[in-house]
């Protein structure tokens, strides 16, 4: 258990839709990372949050948009979900992230919300 | 940009035998981190060894080991004496280890494509 919490883990809906994804980061971890893993692919890295502040951005569709509550925990909202959107989508967390800061390791990841779009 | 190349779509093992994955990445820092994740059927990240760009020993990990040369900007996974619970795809990642204002990574993780690993008992 990676300590990362992930909701809902299967999510099933329509074109044209709109869903929010949930991630919960580990205790004291202050930046989240949004990735999408689509069907036999690699990572894509779509967007970073250190303590409620977007960090980074990747590529992330404009249709896609997240942020990060001060509880620290993070949403991703998809809209006008197309079906090329079906994917599976990972959230990370890690204790660093501030700026002129160095990095202490790896990223832990959650267990994933696989979405699919019909 | 860092960019992670992974050249081996698939790999295959015999059960007990050993196996290299191979990886490459290009970079301009000095000071990074080096993954290998595992992603069983399952899909769940896990991560399997850490290699630190400043340190010149090799990572171990009871069967996993890597194999660092910075020159050459090369990071392969050796897995020694396979399981058939190896069986996943194995993801390589490299990751600044510092970040600062300027459009840097801030600490995102870039992965490779991954390389299947088969293995046959």
């Known amino acids: 258990d990676s300590g990362v919490t992930q909701t809902p883990k299967h999510l099933i809906t329509a074109t044209g839709q709109r869903v929010t994804l949930r991630c919960s980061p580990r205790?004291?971890?202050?930046?989240v990372y949004w990735y999408q893993q689509s069907l036999d692919q690699g990572l894509q890295f779509l967007i970073q949050y250190y303590n409620g502040e977007e960090r980074a951005k990747g590529n992330i569709l404009e249709r896609f948009s997240a942020q990060q509550f001060p509880d620290l925990h993070s949403e991703l909202n998809l809209s006008s979900l197309e079906l090329g959107d079906s994917a599976l989508y990972f959230c990370a967390s890690s204790v660093e992230g501030e700026v002129g800061g160095r990095g202490t390791g790896e990223l832990f990841f959650g267990e994933g919300s696989r979405l699919t779009v019909l | 940009a860092q960019t992670v190349t992974q050249s081996q779509p698939e790999m295959s093992v015999q059960e007990a035998e050993t196996v290299t994955l191979s990886c490459t990445y290009d970079t301009s820092e000095s000071d990074y981190y080096l993954f290998w994740y595992k992603q069983p059927p399952s899909r769940q990240m896990i991560l399997v060894i850490r290699q630190e760009a400043y340190k010149q020993q090799n990572a171990t990990e009871n069967r996993f080991s890597v194999n660092f040369q910075k020159a050459a900007k090369s990071f392969s996974l050796k897995i020694s004496d396979s399981q058939l619970g190896d069986a996943a795809m194995y993801f390589c990642?490299?990751?600044?280890?510092?970040w600062g204002a300027g459009g840097t990574s801030y600490g995102k993780l870039t992965f490779g494509q991954g390389t299947i690993l088969t293995v046959h008992p």
């Open positions: 205790s004291g971890d202050l930046s």
């Open positions: 990642a490299y990751r600044s280890a510092r």
